[in-house]
């Protein structure tokens, strides 16, 4: 099939290598405009528009996506499907422009998780599960039928980083497999049941402040699930500290946010036990394991 791929950010480059190994053509590559991604630096291209020209793909940069004149790129493509990877929601009149449709993939088993952060919420929530899903994009987000769902295990210490990486690239053979299930007419699309639904919306700096008055696992879980960006955190004698991994630790008697140093341990009171901080980050120093603080610190009091 000739195909449009669109996406911008490192999540998709897998998904752009594999269908450019496979039989189908990539006529074109859509992605976000270049820009400043450090202080002091020139404009960069997005991950996937400077993957795309190491692959000798034309690439069509956008920044309005319902613009006539992008339309009418797109048009003169005669694709017959575009493919989708962490990118925009697309308006109507560039859905309807390729001849089978336009697909997407999402990472979280859908309905579970629509929206922007579905890695995210699965983790934070202490799903045991989640995966990849191919599915039609239609207007609204997140809701098109499904051509092809792989499911993967969470494991209770991973984190989102971790999870993130996996999917990156299991993401990629299903959507091939995809790919190929569309060329031959050999898939069955299966429409979404609304009312199993739950929300991954972006997150922002409000949704990461840890709360010690919950369980011990649903801390460790919001900790992992904020890891390694944007990350979790707490406040310890009037500054910001980050969190990066941790794990349920011991049934202490202690008071939410309790800071206890036991047998080396950085433990932190929780609701009806503690958890152990693992690696952790103070104002002006790098990131570093809990031990290693706990060598030239003596913490005490809180963590708010």
């Not at 639904?197 to 840890?210: N, V, W, Y």
């Not at 310890?236 to 036991?262: C, F, Q, T």
């Not at 929780?270 to 610190?297: D, F, H, N, S």
Request: aromatic share 8%; with cysteine.
């Amino acid at each position: 099939m000739n195909i449009v791929f669109m996406g911008s950010p490192d999540f998709a480059i897998p998904s752009l290598e594999k269908i450019h190994q496979s039989a189908h053509t990539i006529k074109a590559v859509v992605s976000n405009v270049d820009k400043r991604r450090g202080r002091g630096s020139g404009k960069m291209p997005t991950p996937v528009k400077a993957k795309a020209l190491e692959l000798g793909l034309p690439v069509i940069e956008v920044e309005d996506l319902r613009s006539d004149k992008f339309a009418a790129q797109l048009a003169e493509l005669d694709a017959d499907l575009f493919v989708v990877v962490a990118f925009r929601i697309l308006p109507k009149k560039v859905l309807e422009i390729p001849r089978i449709g336009s697909v997407n993939l999402h990472a979280s088993l859908l309905p579970k998780f629509r929206g922007a952060a579905p890695i995210h919420w699965a983790v934070m929530q202490g799903e045991k599960k989640t995966g990849c899903t191919i599915f039609f994009l239609d207007e609204k987000v997140d809701t098109g039928r499904i051509i092809l769902q792989k499911e993967t295990a969470i494991g209770e210490l991973e984190t989102t980083g971790e999870v993130y990486e996996r999917l990156m690239y299991m993401g990629s053979y299903t959507l091939v497999e995809a790919l190929d299930l569309i060329e031959h007419g050999t898939y069955k699309a299966v429409t979404q049941n609304d009312e199993m639904a739950t929300p991954a919306p972006k997150l922002f700096k409000e949704h990461c402040h840890l709360d010690f008055n919950r369980s011990a696992k649903e801390v460790h879980d919001h900790i992992r699930g904020l890891s390694p960006f944007p990350t979790a955190w707490a406040e310890y004698d009037g500054e910001k500290m980050n969190v990066y991994r941790s794990k349920p630790g011991p049934v202490l008697s202690a008071e939410a946010g309790e800071i206890i140093i036991k047998d080396g341990k950085f433990l932190v009171g929780c609701l009806g036990g503690t958890v152990e901080i693992l690696e952790m980050q103070l104002p002006g120093k790098r990131r570093m394991r809990a031990e290693e603080y706990l060598k030239g610190y003596d913490f005490d009091g809180k963590l708010m």
